[in-house]
Structures are given as C-alpha cells and as structure tokens.
C-alpha cells in the first residue's frame, strides 16, 4: 500500500508541475515603464485581461485610448479615431503573441508585433517590431513595473 501511495503522489506532483509551467500569465493591472534607457520611461498603461480578451488603455487628450484583442488567434478588426487595424493574438506557451496591421488614412501602412511574457520577478516585459511598411522597423524591449 506505502509503494501505491508513494506512486499516486508522485503522479499528483508531476501532474501540478506539468499545470503549472503551461499556466497563461494575467497581465491585468497597471503598469508604469521602467526602462531599459531607449524605452519610453514613466508610460502607463492599464490592462484588464479575461479568458478571451486582452485590453491595453492609456490616458491621452480626447478621452484616452484602448485597445481589445481577442486571445483566440483569429484576425479581428478594429478602429481608433480613422485608423483601421486588424490585429491576431494567441498564446505561444506562457508568452503572448501580438500581430497588428495599421491602415492610415494617408495611405501609410505600419506593422507590429509584440511578444508579452511576466519575468520571475513579476515585470511585464513586451518585444516589439514596429515600423512602416518600406522601412527599417524599430526593435524595442520595455519592461514595465506594476503600479498601485
């Protein structure tokens, strides 16, 4: 009986383990950019995350701006002011994958993709390629830290 039992909770371990590491972080809350130094320091942004959405938020003039985007990978439109955007996100194990394209009115045409992961310390870090089609895009690594 002591060998079945020592087995079973050994399983139930390993079970918890494998649960664990494939759990998707929650990246709601407020967050306020620390750095590095070639990041925008002090930008806030709000972030409420459920099961299907993720919502990004900041204050600007005008009433602020937000962002939804559904976790399922499917390509979802959006607009902001007169900017038309279709944007995917999905899970890539415990990291997010976000790819959005920006249609302006002027004709210009901007592509982002971002990867969002929570180091061990609890810092949101987003990896980000951003640029206009046609020219050389900007990597950016900004680690925000939870504000109050």
């Known amino acids: 009986m002591e060998k079945s039992t020592s087995a079973t909770c050994v399983a139930i371990l390993f079970c918890a383990l494998i649960l664990n ?6 990246f709601s809350g407020k ?3 620390i750095g590095p130094a070639d990041a925008p320091i002090g930008l806030q942004q709000t972030i409420t995350q459920d099961a299907t959405t993720l919502t990004v938020g900041h204050a600007s003039e005008g009433g602020g701006h937000k962002v939804v985007y559904r976790l399922d990978g499917r390509e979802h439109p ?5 900017i038309h955007s ?10 997010l994958e976000i790819h959005r394209v920006d249609n302006y009115p002027d004709g210009r045409v901007r ?19 951003d640029g ?10 900004t680690i925000y830290k939870k504000g109050q």
């Open 21 to 26: 590491a494939q759990a998707k972080p929650n």
């Open 78 to 82: 959006s607009t902001m002011a007169d």
């Open 86 to 95: 279709v944007a995917r996100a999905w899970w890539n194990k415990d990291k």
């Open 111 to 129: 592509q982002n993709k971002q990867v969002w992961s929570l180091e061990p310390n609890g810092n949101l870090v987003i990896e980000s390629t």
């Open 31 to 33: 967050w306020v950019s």
């Open 132 to 141: 206009l089609v046609g020219e050389t895009p900007t990597e950016r690594r």
